[in-house]
């Protein structure tokens, strides 16, 4: 893999499920509360360099899900939705629409429309970082992209599983960034190396 300096021209900025759902009490304990202004900047970045932006949306299936479609969770957050649409230059933008856990699993077609751009790179940001960041980061890298994951651009909850086990936010997100960066399916950055990157282009 190439180093984080080498942000390309056409990196995508893949935007994730940053919908207001997410805020509710249904998901318990967040990590990361910088998580929305390093979004923030980063799209904002993108679109005065010109580059590509993907933001995803999570239309849930579940009837009590606060991300289902109708309801007023399903938006996106309000610093999201005023930026859409505010590229400048060239700088295509896509909406990608999915009920799973993977991006490359929407509405249009995410892997369709990258190759269709000749793009080879994605930066990934977003909610959440051990579920749906970490399964589209996942499944690019098996596609062949060169996935970077922003991991200071993201937060998760804290979450029981099996066995009476339980991990915090904190704990999954490295378990999260040791899988990606160790297993080689992504390379795990900072939003500070991104923006330095990016604008050294």
Known sequence: ?????????NAALVVVDVQKGFDEEFWGRRNNPSAEGNIAALIDLWQ????PVVFVRHDS??????LRTGYAGNAFKDFVEERR??????????LVTKSVNSAFYGEPSLDEWLRGQDIAQIVIVGIQTNMCNETTARMGGNLGYDVLFVLDSMHTFDLEGPFGWSQTAEELTRATAVSLHGGRFARVVSTEEVVKGAVAR
């Open 85 to 94: 649409g505010n590229g400048k230059g060239d700088g295509p933008e896509l």
């Open 48 to 51: 005065e360099t010109g580059r």
């Open 1 to 9: 893999m190439e180093s984080v300096e080498n942000i390309v021209e």
């Open 61 to 66: 299936t579940g009837a009590r899900s606060p």
